[in-house]
């Protein structure tokens, strides 16, 4: 775990990979500030279905600006990172774990699910 600029870096669910995560994280401008885990991931196609699932799940909407759950381009080189919101900020809800649902609509909509599954129970081990 290192905290860089207010934001938790966390790397990373045992089945994805280890090390601490040094990618460039611009896309995040406009999301929360702090108290977000950032996951590298190996297997996430870009498709952002989770934002959208997510989003739906804490209003009922098709927002991604409020959505938990953000997938990140790392720009740098191929591939994705997934921040997780442990806090309410601004605009964005912090992950509930979708709690009352049999699977959280995030995983369900996602296409690497055993993958998403194990980036939410590493977030939930680590908050
Ligand atoms: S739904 Fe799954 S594959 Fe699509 S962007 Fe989200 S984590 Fe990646
Ligand atoms: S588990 Fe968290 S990120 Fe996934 S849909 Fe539920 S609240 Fe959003």
């Known amino acids: 775990m290192q905290n860089v600029g207010g934001v938790t870096l966390i790397l990373i669910a045992p089945s994805v990979s280890a090390g601490l995560c040094q990618h460039p994280l611009d896309p995040m401008s406009g999301v929360?500030?702090?108290?977000?885990?950032?996951?590298?991931?190996?297997?996430?196609c870009g498709c952002k279905s989770?934002?959208?699932?997510?989003s739906y799940h804490h209003?009922?909407?098709?927002?991604?600006?409020?959505?938990s759950i953000k997938v990140l381009d790392?720009?740098?080189?191929?591939?994705?990172?997934i921040s997780l919101a442990e806090q309410n900020d601004g605009r964005v809800i912090a992950c509930?774990?979708?709690?009352?649902?049999?699977e959280p609509l995030c995983v369900k909509y996602c296409t690497e699910r055993d993958e998403l599954q194990d980036i939410l129970k590493e977030f939930s081990h680590n908050r």
């Open 96 to 102: 509930d774990r979708c709690e009352g649902l049999d």
């Open 50 to 54: 989770c934002e959208m699932a997510c």
């Open 32 to 44: 929360a500030s702090g108290g977000l885990m950032i996951f590298e991931t190996k297997k996430c």
């Open 59 to 67: 209003k009922g909407v098709f927002s991604p600006s409020i959505a």
């Open 74 to 81: 790392t720009k740098d080189r191929l591939g994705f990172v």
